[in-house]
């Protein structure tokens, strides 16, 4: 069973940078694309940032474009995603998914998640 860990969240000043990484367990790290969402209280899920297979292709929500950059690393089974230029508005819980070997920014495709964590970003 796959399992997802996420770690690095945490409270950052406005301007300020984060980065999030998670680990993945439990099958080939390599056939999966992996993505991030994130969710803010009372607001659907959105997509963050997404990596296929084999990290030569990242995918990017409006919202982050030129701030956020997503990469992972298959020899240690990990997926990060660096924020810089935080904003208040991007304060949610992040959360990792793992999905089939192609990418896809519908949360609903994602089988596996991990449990999340907290990003706060003061003005």
């Known amino acids: 069973q796959v399992q997802l860990v996420e770690s690095g969240g945490g409270l950052v000043q406005a301007g300020g940078s984060l980065r999030l990484s998670c680990a993945f367990s439990?099958?080939?790290?390599?056939?999966?694309?992996m993505a991030w969402f994130r969710q803010a209280p009372g607001k659907k899920r959105e997509f963050v940032a997404g990596?296929?297979?084999?990290?030569?292709?990242?995918y990017y929500g409006d919202s982050v474009k030129g701030r956020f950059t997503v990469s992972r690393d298959n020899a240690k089974n990990a997926v990060y995603l660096q924020m810089n230029s935080l904003r208040p508005e991007d304060t949610a819980v992040y959360y990792c998914a793992a999905g089939g070997a192609d990418f896809s920014d519908y949360a609903e495709v994602y089988k596996f998640w991990g449990q999340g964590t907290q990003v706060t970003v003061s003005s």
């Open positions: 439990g099958d080939t790290f390599g056939n999966h694309a």
């Open positions: 990596v296929s297979w084999t990290g030569d292709n990242t």
